[in-house]
Each structure stands twice: as C-alpha cells, then as structure tokens.
C-alpha cells in the first residue's frame, strides 16, 4: 500500500475507513458499477449493502451482476461467479456492456494523477529506462472514456498527485471543456476523486480537480502539503461525514475481517 | 482419434524454443503446470503472450525460458508486483526484456482478429493515451462509411502455441468450460497449435449432454493433458479455490533472485512431473481448498428424433 493511512484512531475510525465509506456513497442510486481491484472491491460491496442495494456490480473478469458471499480477494475470484447474474466471455464484456456504454460509473485507481484527473497505472520515470515498472492499462485506458462517470480512489501524496505525468494510460479531462465536449465519447471522465484526507470533483468550466471537503482532523495545509500542484478549493469547503456506526459495523465485521484493506 | 498425452509428452512435441506461447486465463484456470513443465525441458526464446502475466509467467521469466512479453496489465493480482519481471524491465537483471502492450480489450481484440482471420480489429480504444505512442502497432484509421468515423485497430495474434485449462475434456480434446471464461476460446482458436489440459478426462458423452458449455472443439486440439490441480496456486471453479497464502509468499519469493532459483529447484526442476508437486503439496492443502457445491439446474435439451 502506497502512502500512509494516518492515525486519526481518536475519530474512532481510520482515513482508510472514511475514504471508503465516502466513496460508496458516491455510489448512492447508481445501477450498474465496473468494480477495479483493491480498494473499490470494497467499495462497492459496501455500497451494495448501505446506499445501493440494486447496484450491478460488473467486474472485467466477465461477471455481470455479482453476489459475492465474501470479499473477493481479486477481480477474478470465483465467489464473483457463484450466484452472479451472468458470466460472459471477456469479448462480450468488454464489447457489448462497456463499449457500447451500458456502464454508468467505473472505478479507477492510480500510481499518478494530474489535476485534470489524466491517470499513469504503465510507468514510473522514463518508458524505455523505467525506474518503476507499474502493471499496466489492464482495462484502464477503455474504461476511462466509455463508463459513464469515472471515481478515482486513491491515497494522496506529492509523488501521486502530480504536475505532470511521466506516462498518461487513461485520459482525464483536456483543460479545453470545448475540446472534451467534441470527442464524442459515451463518458464523461473523472467526476469524483476521494482520497484518505478529502474528496474532489472536477469544474465544468475548466475540467480542473477541486476540492470540496476535508476529512474531520484534516487541514488544507496537509491537503497541499500531500499533491504536487496549488489546488482549486470550492468556495463552500465543507466536511466529508463521517463513516456512520453501520458502515465500520460491515466493514470491519463483514467485508475486510482481516483489515487487509482498512488498516 | 485419442490425443491423451502425458505433459512431458505433450511439451516436448509442441512446444519449441523461438514460439510465442499464450498460456491464457483470467486469474482462473491459469495451467502452471504447463509452465512448470516448459522450464523444466528448459525451453528458451519464447514470446509470451497473455492479457494478464501473474506469478506463472513471473516464474518463467525468472526461469529464462522467454526474451519477449506481450500483455495488457502485469502484476501478482490482489498482491503486488512481478519481481522477477521487473528486474528484467527495470534492470536488464540478468537481461533484458523486450514488451509490447495494449489494454486488455486490445489483447482480446487481437486474438479475436487471429481466431476469425481478420487482417485487423477496430475498437474504441487508446483514444488520447500514451499507449499508442510506444506501441506502433496499434495504428488508427477512418472508417469507410458515412459517419468517418477515426478508430484504433489492433492486429492479429496468432500464437504457435495455446494452453487451455478446463474443468474437463475428452480423449479427442472437446473441453467445457465453466467460471470465467477469460480469452480461452479466442486464443485456441487462434492458435497454431493448441494443448487442452483438463482435471478430468471425461466420455464424448458427458461433452455432448451438454454441447452450450463446450468452449474448444476437439478439431482444433493438438493434445489432451488430464492433470488434476494443474491450475495451483490459480483455481479451477468448482474444483478448488485459489490458494491465497502462495500468491503471499510469491511475493516473498521472486523478490531475490536466489530464492527464486531456489524455488524453481524444489518445486520445478527437483521433481519428475506435477503428480509429484501434488504429493509434495500435501493432501491437507488441497482438502482445504475444496469448495463446498453449488450445482448448477439442469436444462432440458430436448429430443428431436
């Protein structure tokens, strides 16, 4: 796990908790969700017990409305399989729900994202000398511009958040609305970012990252001092709720028992 | 016609040093054991092909058997990094590694266009990612119709050779397939050759009770391997679960290259075949992977005589 979750144990709950609960909330009404590895493993399955109980969730492993009895240990866990709506060919998923536009909100996750939310998972330094070889578009750089709205979940610090990408696998928002509005893709990119100190959405006028609301215990001086750019802050800065009883209640007691993701 | 042959058998005639091999499976039905058994006749140069590399192609490149990767998303999944791969990428340790990558609909675009003898595939991929920039064979074009439409296009993979897990087979290679099918079907049929390897061997009448779940037809099929537990530490659904705790201690493992080697020494080239991994395993691991059932309703065919 990149960054540092943080001790904030004096909330009763941990930034990893909060930012999970605050990212499935985002999935409040949402019908069918494109569920990445890691994190939004959790999210998701959080979200279908809390604020959306008739969430599909679909994973790009070919699983189309999951009932997982556990928590999936990968995409491609076979609890995903038992029970699901259905089971496709990855063609026929890839083909007939994502890039035909049947996704309503993805996930993505990412070693470095820019203010415009343009997200690198291929490299770190330069591609043919890299320094760190990440994973990998998977199915990132499609999923960026065919699922409805992108969420990004991630941790925040300088060395993720950065001025500028040294490889952009999954496009974000141009800067230029009027050229983002012309390229004709069923998405709409990144509209929400959560991390362990706050959570983001991008303005319609100029497709730039904004914060609008902190963690309770976090202050804008922490926020700048974990991204590698000035932030656009909402004139209504608020507070991101926190986690009520019932979501540490299944999180802690049903969907990670282990803390492999919360601790 | 049988074409039931042992693993040894079955690598030793079909797969050759220089072939680009596509050992397929989204996390499920991963066969290791054809891995396995390619490093231990030690054969060199290969090209792997695979959406997702996992801790078989890490044990394999570690191994040295392959110079080339083609992929689109590496990495020990819900664990970490590949480190013997990385080494390779990042260091040249101890040499270099040629790769070339797309997105997973790329990889399963291209086998599609290989499996149907297109000269391409169009999708609506790559549209402002770097990807194309360092891959120049995902190429763009306009669309001959009205609407003009600018695509990407992938071309054709057409591996020498693909090894295809499934629950079972018969003796002339007809495999069913159930759980995630992943791009199995694809990359068989575009395949030059194709080893079906199976947990069970089981009569041309049980494939043809049930024709909806057979994925690969014999008539494509090269060899029949019946290796039970060849997908370890993957999982075959409804046969056993993945074995989480040898991802974790991968990680551990190909961290070093000596503790790799000495991996590779015990569990691959130390024993004759995998029978003897599954005893060296131990009866009480697979035991403790073993599902309880979920049978899945019958479904009433018809008969039209």
Request: aromatic share 8%.
């Amino acid at each position: 796990m990149s960054g540092d979750a943080g001790p904030a144990a004096d909330l009763g709950y941990s930034r990893s908790e909060i930012m999970i609960a605050a990212s499935a909330r985002q999935l409040d009404r949402v019908r069918n969700c494109f569920v990445g590895v890691g994190l939004p493993n959790i999210v998701c399955n959080l979200a279908q017990r809390t604020v959306s109980p008739d969430l599909q969730l679909v994973y790009e492993s070919g699983v189309f409305g999951a009932r997982p009895e556990r928590l999936p240990l990968s995409i491609g866990d076979p609890t995903l399989v038992t029970g699901a709506t259905a089971v496709t060919s990855m063609f026929e998923l890839f083909a007939y729900y994502l890039q035909a536009g049947l996704i309503d909100v993805a996930f993505l996750g990412a070693a470095q994202i820019d203010r415009y939310g343009n997200i690198n998972t291929t490299v770190i330094g330069d591609y043919d000398h890299p320094k760190v070889r990440l994973p990998g578009s998977g199915g990132a750089c499609e999923i960026a511009i065919h699922a409805k709205r992108i969420l990004v979940i991630m941790r925040q610090a300088q060395r993720s958040f950065v001025e500028t990408l040294d490889f952009r696998t999954s496009p974000g928002h141009s800067g230029d609305p009027a050229h983002d509005a012309a390229r004709g893709w069923s998405g709409s990119g990144p509209t929400d970012v959560v991390t362990d100190l706050a959570t983001y959405t991008f303005d319609d006028a100029t497709g730039e990252m904004t914060l609008v609301t902190l963690h309770p215990g976090v202050g804008l001086d922490e926020v700048r001092a974990n991204m590698g750019w000035e932030p656009r802050v909402a004139e209504d800065l608020g507070e991101t709720p926190a986690p009520t009883a019932e979501e540490l209640r299944l999180i802690r007691e049903v969907l990670d028992p282990g803390r492999i993701y919360t601790k | 016609m049988s074409k039931v042959a042992s693993m040894r058998d079955a690598v030793a005639e079909l797969v050759r040093d220089g072939d680009t091999v596509a050992i397929e499976g989204f996390t499920h039905l991963i066969c290791f054991a054809a891995g396995h058994e390619i490093i231990r006749q030690r054969r060199r140069d290969l090209t792997l092909a695979r959406m997702t590399p996992d801790v078989v192609y890490d044990q394999m490149i570690g191994a040295g058997v392959a110079r080339k990767l083609i992929f689109s998303w590496m990495g020990n999944p819900g664990v970490g990094n590949l480190h013997a791969v990385r080494r390779r990428i990042e260091k040249a340790d101890p040499a270099p590694l040629e790769i070339e990558e797309y997105s997973h609909f790329g990889m399963v675009c291209r086998y599609m266009a290989g499996a149907a003898n297109l000269p391409f595939f169009p999708i609506r991929s790559y549209d402002e990612s770097d990807i194309p920039k360092v891959n120049p064979n995902i190429r763009s074009m306009v669309s001959p119709y009205e609407d003009a439409t600018e695509i990407h296009v992938v071309p054709p993979l057409k591996p020498d050779v693909a090894i295809v897990h499934a629950q079972r087979a018969d003796a002339g290679g007809d495999a069913q397939i159930w759980g995630l099918l992943g791009c199995q079907k694809e990359a068989a049929f575009a395949a030059e050759r194709v080893i079906v390897v199976c947990e069970e061997l089981v009569e041309e009448s049980v494939i043809r009770a049930d024709p909806n779940r057979t994925v690969i037809p014999g008539v494509i099929v090269d060899a029949v391997v019946e290796e039970p537990f060849a997908c370890h530490p993957s999982f075959t659904q409804g046969y056993y679960d993945r074995d989480n705790a040898f991802y974790l201690a991968w990680d551990e493992i190909a961290r070093d290259a000596a503790s790799l080697d000495a991996w590779l020494d015990e569990w691959v080239y130390g024993l004759a075949n995998h029978a003897e991994y599954v005893e060296k395993m131990g009866a009480q691991l697979w035991d403790a992977l073993r599902p309880e059932p979920a049978m899945s309703g019958e479904v009433d065919y018809g008969r039209y005589a």
